[in-house]
């Protein structure tokens, strides 16, 4: 007589061998699969409650409590003549090639920003580990990739302002500006949006590809099939542009 078990995972190895140990004492032959075990998967999870630790480039970090919650500020400190892509939060121990990032935003401008300041705000990756200065030259910065949001353009009266919502650049060498003129409409859409509100960003990448997801959404808001760095890997880091005062809480990076 045999008794067959379907696979099991590893966790279950130790229920088996209790199966084993019934089969031989009834004399009978047991056989069963053990299933290879998954990949497990690693990752950094970081409340921002705290500046510990974090290094800020062009821009001043403080622990604050908004809308209840402890949480990251970052604020836009750049020289003038600072490039856009040039103000970011690089976050130690957390380098990054494949996987999700998931992050709260809350993007506003300063106050007394001009109308220009879209309060900008968004995510960082895969930047590479060259020594970060507070330079506004782009060429003295470590290369990324980054996705971001202008959450003034959410609910803009402006339908073309609208589809500028969601952004991909890719630092030093394809800042917003050149893909918006050689690409348009390709690296950036719509997506509802509002300034100072909590927004959840989800970012997902492989190879040479990402794809970014906002406030729980199945579908994704932006879809770039090319990175246009290729397949790399480096730190994540919290970003921000021209005149904004973002909040940032809950990271998770996970690989």
Partial sequence: MSFRIPSVSKLAVA???????????????????????????????????????????????????????????????????????????????????????????????????????RGFVGIAFRVASAPVAPSPNANDRPPFEAFYLRPYNGRSEDQLQRNHSAQYFSSPEYPWNRLRQESPGKYETYVDLMPGEWTKMKIEVKGDQARLYVNGAPQPTLIVNHLLHGNTKGAVALFISVGSLAHFSNLRVSK
């Fill in 15 to 117: 229920k088996a061998t209790v199966w084993v140990a019934w089969a031989v004492a009834w004399g009978c032959t047991l056989l069963f699969a053990v299933a290879p075990s998954r990949a497990q998967t690693t990752a950094l999870t970081l409340p921002l409650d705290s500046t510990d630790g974090l290094k800020p480039v062009n821009t001043r970090i403080e622990a604050v409590t908004y809308q209840g919650r402890k949480v990251l500020r970052v604020t836009d400190t750049a020289p003038e003549g600072t490039t856009d892509d040039g103000r970011f939060v690089v976050i130690p121990g957390s380098q990054f090639e494949d996987g999700l990032i998931e992050v709260d935003v809350a993007g506003d401008r300063v106050p007394g920003a001009p109308e220009t300041a």
